[in-house]
């Protein structure tokens, strides 16, 4: 068995799990503020998930949302990044919208992307090089768009931020619309699908991007952060990710423009 098939495997009964414990009871605790939200879920998912790698893969080295690797910096060898529920909030109160997410890394490369959509039952995966699928059905190449007939994926609370507004305001008013999912897992499956032109957002960690960046990457689009740069997958960072002409005509008309902004804020979430 190869570590795309077992991985495939693992986070398919992963999601069956899930779904028992949801039925036994979900129990909440907040983390850096109120509405940063941990579940037994989480916890119990990431557990699963990383102790069966470990048993199974014991040289492979894992980076998890809820403890696991944080302080990992080297690239040799296999590296698994998971987000055992992505979309807790959403998990809490609306008890769907959200996903598991694995990215599998060799020696700092993408080797493989899973996104499991557990309440539709939907699983996104690619293995680099060999298309991106929906379950078993292979995803067509992504579709370019500008940013006048594009929605684009945005949280509205970044709206508000003072210097933040100014950068990503006129990006929804030149756009066809906006929409906020609340899980950046299946936000970047709805760009890979089309059903977003991109999406957009000044922070976020890479267990949140690192499986669903493969998956759209192997349909043709571009996952960056708002300058252009390769994304890390040992650190925060600004994220855009959206079809190719999208991607170029918001690093263009919007970033690069605001450049003071976007670096101020790329340094913040180094430190």
């Not at 499991?116 to 090089?129: E, P, R």
């Amino acid at each position: 068995m190869t570590v795309y098939e077992f991985a495939k495997g693992l986070i398919l009964e992963a999601g069956i799990n899930v779904k028992k414990i949801m039925k036994q009871g979900i129990e909440i605790e907040t983390k850096s503020n109120p509405n940063d939200l941990v579940t037994n879920v989480d916890k119990a998912t990431e557990k699963y998930i990383f102790d069966n790698i470990k048993q199974t893969y014991p040289e492979h080295l894992v980076i998890g949302e809820e403890g696991h690797g944080h302080d990992l910096k080297d690239e040799s060898g296999i590296v698994w990044v998971i987000d055992p529920i992505d979309g807790t909030l959403n998990f809490v109160h609306q008890k769907e919208n959200f996903a598991i997410s694995i990215g599998i890394f060799n020696d700092g490369k993408p080797y493989a992307g899973f996104v499991y959509d557990v309440i539709n039952d939907k699983l996104y995966h690619a293995k680099a090089g060999e298309g991106a699928f929906e379950n078993g059905n292979l995803l067509p190449a992504i579709q370019s768009s500008p940013l006048s007939t594009s929605i684009i994926g945005i949280n509205p609370n970044w709206l508000t931020k003072p210097r933040l507004g100014e950068v990503f305001k006129p990006i929804v008013d030149e756009a066809r619309s906006a929409r906020a999912y609340g899980s950046a897992a299946l936000e970047i499956i709805h760009v890979a699908t089309g059903k977003l032109g991109g999406y957009i957002t000044p922070r976020l960690q890479p267990w949140d991007f690192a499986g669903g960046l493969i998956i759209l990457q192997e349909v043709g689009g571009i996952g960056t952060d708002l300058m252009g740069n390769i994304l890390s997958i040992y650190e925060p960072s600004s994220i855009v990710m959206a079809n190719p002409q999208l991607h170029a005509e918001l690093l263009e008309f919007h970033f690069q423009k605001n450049n003071e902004i976007i670096e101020t804020l790329q340094k913040r979430l180094k430190h």
